[in-house]
């Protein structure tokens, strides 16, 4: 009887662990669907509403980056390399970026436009997070309920930037103090699957990186060493400020079972130099890009313009939310030398982006990305074994489900403004989400008319709209990307003024070689520009709202 009771033990037992396997696979698909359709809410919206008269763009947060990427998008479409056409300036191609490069091929192969294919990529981006991220859970975590709520949390944590929009309201201002709090993306996964899908592989692979090198580590085989390796050239190639991220975390975690194991880490060294032998080269690249072409370097010198910096201190658990200060409470020192490999690694990952965050560097806000991950897996841990037994001994079982749905709200409110707002703010069907059909002509216009060689100039708000639509270059179109911009600003003004001298309207127009100026009705009296500028420009588009002229040679 004992003979024959040893298998069939096993085998109720592999069926139970299948069943529970299937189940779970259920809910989390289940569950990846309903925040991949939440998250295309506002972009639905948008589509299926638009008036005859406007034409939708496809971005629902930040035009400007946007549009630089699709400007890239379209170079690619056609080369390998691509120049920076938000500035006047000359440059020759020089950047490769490989997301966009992907999609400008894949584009070009099916004829998309760039907003139909940034809404395919910002699905696969969503997608590819939430399964990556579940993945590593999955690895990382073992009890199957705890597991399931790092998920939730790591895929909805918004931070409770909502606080200052109320306090907007109350206090009737213009706008909401420190929006920082509210509308920085990186360590929010959900707002990365609505308007961020750059953003949202860069993550993917991050986590790819670091779960392939604990996997590594864990089995003691280089193979997968060689995985994160590879994860890593790719990240190198579309989103470099990354390595660094990579490179501390890893690093302060060989270091950690260093001094846990009082013996150097010679097979997680060896990880490392695999990696490294990844990485460098698209890292070397991207140095020796901006340090030797004086465009792209410029560029990188205007980061901050944008006056994005990492909110202080105090304001991370606004930042960060209630996931924050759960993941705060579950640190102990002890910690520092657990011997469970994945919390060794998640109290690293955690501990270091307090660093990360506030290095002295133009783009520091961007090192935020990721830190949802360890932040999600410590918050769950603390709420499996501290929150629920004390709230089940206190209040029994209604306490749980209580708590458990204050924290989850908590969590998730500053999205669900997210989305509402968007849908909102769509709504009004105003740029620069949304360009009115004379405008769209005008573009049109410019591409089939202009080429790489031209420059165009006009105020922002339209003159952002150009490299996507054009080979031309833009005279001002990116707070980073086009370079002396705020000087460029002035010299838009100062040609667009009717009241301006034409000598020194020409002189800027010849220093930077414009030959097309768009004017649009709200930005000038085109009466009085047309009367000022008869003898220097030619009007060769008009329609509506919107005119173009060319520079008399």
Not at 249 to 274: A, E, K, M, Y
Not at 342 to 367: G, M, N
Not at 389 to 414: D, E
Not at 486 to 506: C, F, G, H, Q, W
Request: hydrophobic fraction near 50%.
């Amino acid at each position: 009887m004992s003979m024959q009771s040893k298998p069939l033990q096993s085998d109720i037992h592999t069926v139970v662990k299948v069943r529970f396997w299937d189940q779970e696979i259920t809910y989390i698909t289940m569950f990846i669907t309903c925040i991949i359709i939440i998250a295309a809410l506002p972009t639905i919206f948008a589509y299926m509403t638009t008036p005859d008269d406007r034409f939708f763009t496809g971005v629902v947060y930040n035009i400007p980056d946007h549009n630089q990427y699709f400007a890239w998008l379209r170079d690619f479409q056609h080369q390998h390399l691509a120049a920076n056409r938000l500035t006047a300036e000359p440059n020759e191609p020089a950047l490769f970026h490989l997301l966009w490069w992907v999609s400008g091929k894949f584009s070009a192969l099916f004829n998309l436009s760039f907003s139909v294919m940034f809404n395919i990529l910002r699905i696969i981006g969503g997608i590819t997070l939430l399964i990556t991220g579940y993945l590593f859970f999955r690895f990382t975590i073992t009890h199957p309920v705890q597991r399931k709520l790092a998920f939730i949390l790591f895929a909805t944590g918004g931070g409770l930037g909502m606080i200052w929009v109320v306090i907007k309201y109350i206090q009737q201002l213009e706008e909401a103090p420190f929006p920082f709090d509210i509308y920085t993306s990186e360590p929010n996964s959900f707002f990365l699957a609505l308007a961020f899908p750059h953003f949202a592989i860069a993550l993917s692979l991050i986590i790819g990186v670091i779960g392939f090198t604990l996997l590594a580590y864990q089995r003691q085989q280089l193979r997968y060493a060689v995985a994160a390796g590879i994860c890593g050239f790719l990240i190198g190639l579309q989103h470099a400020y990354d390595i660094l991220t990579i490179a501390t975390v890893l690093g302060t975690f060989g270091i950690l079972i260093w001094w846990r194991d009082r013996r150097f880490p010679t097979f997680l060294f060896q990880c490392g130099i695999i990696i490294a032998m990844f990485t460098v080269p698209p890292g070397a690249y991207l140095s020796w890009l901006v340090l030797n072409d004086v465009t792209w370097g410029g560029k990188l010198a205007q980061f901050d313009n944008a006056g994005a910096w990492t909110p202080n201190l105090l304001h991370l658990p606004i930042l960060l939310g209630v996931p924050f200060l759960l993941a705060l409470a579950s640190f102990r020192p002890r910690m520092l030398r657990s011997q469970d490999n994945a919390e060794l690694l998640f109290t690293a990952w955690f501990l270091v982006h307090f660093v990360l965050a506030y290095l002295p560097v133009s783009f520091q806000i961007h090192l935020l990305l990721g830190w949802q991950v360890p932040i999600a897996a410590l918050a769950a841990r603390f709420i499996h074994t501290n929150l629920w037994p004390w709230a089940r001994q206190r209040f029994g079982k209604m306490g749980v489900i209580t708590t458990t749905t204050a924290i989850l709200t908590l969590a998730m409110i500053t999205n669900i403004y997210l989305v509402a707002w968007r849908i909102i703010d769509l709504g009004r069907y105003q740029q620069p989400y949304f360009l009115s059909s004379d405008e769209v002509a005008a573009l049109e216009w410019l591409a089939n008319h202009t080429t790489k060689d031209d420059v165009v100039l006009g105020v922002l708000e339209i003159n952002q709209h150009v490299p996507p639509w054009t080979d031309a270059h833009a005279f001002l179109a990116h707070w980073a990307g086009s370079l002396d911009y705020y000087a460029k600003i002035d010299m838009v003004a100062k040609v667009l003024d009717p009241n301006t001298p034409s000598a020194e309207r020409n002189t800027i127009l010849s220093m930077y070689n414009v030959r097309y100026i768009i004017v649009r009705e709200q930005d000038v009296n085109r009466e009085q520009f047309n009367a000022a500028t008869n003898s220097e420009l030619t009007l060769v588009f008009n329609q509506g709202s919107v005119a173009i002229y060319q520079r008399k040679r």
